[in-house]
C-alpha cells in the first residue's frame, strides 16, 4: 500500500509541471472498487463530468469545490469526506490540492425521493 503523504508530494509536484495543472495515481483496483489521488494545482479544474453508482471526494490537502449547475457547490477542505452527487458536476482546485476520490462502479444508484 502506498503511502499517501509521499504520494500527494509527488503528485502535486507533477501536477505543478502539467499543462492542465493535474495529476493522479490509481492506488486500489480491486473488483469494483478504484481509489485515485488526484493532485490539482490552484485553479486547475476537473470539467463536468458523471459519477458512477457510487463515489466520495476526501480532501487529503488543501481545498476543492464541487459544482453542480450554476447553484449547488460543495466545498471540501482537508481532512473532510463528502459523497458526490449523481447528477453531472466539476471539481475545481481553490488552491494546490490533492484528494482521495474512491468510486464503485457496479452497484446500482439509490432512488430519489
Do not use: I
Not at 53 to 69: K, N
Amino acid at each position: 500500500m502506498p503511502d499517501l503523504h509521499a504520494l500527494a508530494d509527488e503528485l502535486l509536484a507533477a501536477a505543478l509541471t502539467d499543462p492542465h495543472g493535474r495529476s493522479a495515481q490509481l492506488v486500489v483496483h480491486d473488483g469494483e472498487l478504484r481509489q485515485t489521488v488526484l493532485a490539482l494545482v490552484a485553479g486547475a479544474r476537473l470539467g463536468e463530468h458523471s459519477s458512477p453508482p457510487a463515489a466520495s471526494l476526501q480532501a487529503l490537502r488543501g481545498h476543492v469545490r464541487v459544482e453542480v449547475g450554476d447553484d449547488v457547490q460543495q466545498e471540501v477542505v482537508a481532512g473532510e469526506l463528502w459523497e458526490l452527487t449523481h447528477e453531472r458536476h466539476s471539481v475545481v482546485a481553490l488552491e494546490d490540492s490533492v484528494v482521495l476520490l474512491t468510486t464503485v462502479t457496479g452497484v446500482a444508484t439509490r432512488p430519489h425521493g
